[in-house]
């Protein structure tokens, strides 16, 4: 017979085994909602982290700039995925929807995809070697952060390509070679590295290193891959690809057109010509023919168009009394005048 302890000690574990179990079982069920850095942030790192002036480049940071950058790649990947899925476009049924815009649009995408592509492959490459020569070049010389550093940029085993560019074969020789300078830079210096610090300089630039022409390609997918998230962010449906005009007739097809007559007013354009863009019929400014012109169409009407009638009469009788007061003004001065001058007059004859 066991003890009492042994079976509370049972009934505890059983507890807490099944209390395990339904957590896992809620989790599991809960929805997945990925968690990333906004894209500004991720391009405000990487900018930040790898400026244009190669000794202002912060290297302790670098590699969380790698994986920034990464991140910001593997957005833009998802936001084209899910455009994509909105426009109901796969594989199988590429190219048989027979939608003109879409396809030309799906053409374009796939272009900016190999350029994007290419350009992530450059900044994937240059910025390892960058790096990699940073730590080679730090004194005193420490074999084995460099050797773990290559192992945290070129892993001996590659279970993924970054892209289809990088091949397992050349992201092994890339590994392969840093290894060799490794071992050059123990026994020789790091003056052996003169020739990795000079790749891809510029010298009809003036460049003094290959560091500007890495910086440049990783401003290039920067704003590249920017650019994708935007598109394919504000894509909703096939609407979306559509020409301006073409988009609007359809939204405005089935609509009622609003016939009411709107009240004149000194800072609403006349709509009178067609042909007038909207720029001219501002800075113009309505003209009492077409105030008269409007008003002679018809003395009947909707009850809008009398009141409109209404008040143009009202404002023309104000402005003929705002006229007549200021006749009558003068008028009043000059027989005040008269009448100072008479008097005048007859006081020089009487004395």
């Known amino acids: 017979m066991a003890a009492p302890t042994d079976q509370q000690q049972a009934v505890t574990n059983a507890a807490t085994a099944q209390f395990k179990s339904s957590l896992m079982t809620q989790i599991s069920q809960l929805p997945t909602q990925p968690c990333s850095l906004p894209p500004s942030f991720l391009t405000s790192f990487v900018r930040r982290c790898f400026p244009a002036e190669l000794t202002l480049v912060d290297f302790p940071q670098a590699l969380t700039g790698l994986d920034y950058l990464r991140d910001l790649e593997m957005r833009r990947r998802k936001e084209v995925a899910i455009a994509l899925r909105r426009l109901g476009v796969d594989g199988e049924n590429l190219g048989a929807h027979r939608q003109p815009a879409l396809d030309e649009w799906v053409k374009s995408l796939e272009e900016k995809e190999k350029k994007v592509e290419a350009l992530y492959s450059q900044c994937y490459i240059g910025l390892r070697r960058w790096i990699l020569i940073n730590e080679m070049s730090l004194l005193p010389f420490n074999k084995s952060n460099c050797l773990a550093m290559l192992n945290t940029l070129y892993p001996p085993s590659h279970t993924s390509q970054p892209t289809p560019q990088l091949t397992v074969v050349i992201?092994?020789?890339?590994?392969?070679?840093?290894?060799?300078?490794?071992?050059g830079v123990e026994k020789n210096g790091p003056r052996i590295l003169d020739n990795l610090i000079q790749q891809g300089r510029r010298p009809e630039r003036?460049?003094?290193?290959?560091?500007?022409?890495?910086?440049?390609?990783?401003?290039?997918?920067?704003?590249?891959?920017?650019?994708?998230?935007?598109?394919?962010?504000?894509?909703?449906?096939?609407?979306?690809?559509?020409?301006?005009?073409?988009?609007?007739?359809?939204?405005?097809?089935?609509?009622?057109?609003?016939?009411?007559?709107?009240?004149?007013?000194?800072?609403?354009?006349?709509?009178?010509?067609?042909?007038?863009?909207s720029t001219d019929s501002k800075d113009k400014p309505v003209s009492p023919?077409?105030?008269?012109?409007?008003?002679?169409?018809?003395?009947?009407?909707?009850?809008?168009?009398?009141?409109?009638?209404?008040?143009?009469?009202?404002?023309e009788r104000k402005k003929m009394e705002e006229g007549q007061r200021k006749d009558e003004k003068p008028k009043s001065k000059l027989l005040k005048k008269m009448k100072s001058s008479n008097t005048l007059i007859d006081h020089r004859e009487k004395s």
């Open 171 to 183: 992201l092994n020789a890339q590994r392969n070679g840093f290894f060799r300078y490794i071992q």
């Open 206 to 277: 003036g460049e003094e290193d290959g560091w500007y022409s890495v910086r440049e390609s990783v401003e290039n997918h920067l704003r590249a891959a920017n650019a994708m998230i935007d598109e394919c962010s504000a894509i909703t449906g096939i609407e979306s690809l559509l020409p301006v005009n073409e988009s609007d007739d359809k939204r405005r097809k089935g609509r009622k057109v609003d016939s009411g007559v709107s009240f004149v007013t000194d800072d609403r354009p006349s709509t009178g010509n067609s042909t007038t863009t």
């Open 289 to 315: 023919s077409s105030v008269s012109s409007a008003a002679a169409v018809g003395k009947g009407g909707s009850t809008l168009e009398r009141i409109t009638r209404e008040i143009r009469r009202m404002r």
